[in-house]
């Protein structure tokens, strides 16, 4: 029979030295995911949005940690006009709550302005118009 620990003494390091490798291992998991709190409804998540529009994607590159979704409203139901053209900002990666934007698809965006840009991020309620019945459901149909 091999014996792997020669005394109680190394018994605990290795203990300890497993729990801690485990220990780093998980919260080094948790803290590289995107962790939104239970989505809000439409109305309210509107009501705390600087901007809630329909835009469809024409452009997209990252730039580092950000990435930027180029759009043209077609329809908004605040804080932009219909037909304007504006660069949205989110984090490069959904780990980081960035919005995966596609060019040539549609999206209700829910943005605010922060350092003079505008940001969206994945717990916005953020995401493609074909998936965003509750919203056009609740808020109607936007200004075009």
Known sequence: ?????????????????????????????????????????????????????EAGVTGFEK????????????????GVKPGARIDVTTASSRPACGVRFEVGKKYVIYAWRQEGRWRTGACSRTALSEDANEDFTELGPPKT
């Open 1 to 53: 029979m091999m014996t792997f620990f020669t005394s109680p003494t190394a018994s605990m390091r290795a203990l300890a030295m497993a729990s801690f490798v485990i220990a780093t291992a998980a919260i080094s998991g948790n803290a590289n995911a995107c962790s939104c709190m239970p989505q809000r409804s439409p109305k309210a998540a509107l009501a705390d949005a600087d901007a809630v529009f």
């Open 63 to 78: 730039k580092g940690e950000s990435s930027h979704a180029y759009v043209t409203v077609l329809g908004a139901w605040k």
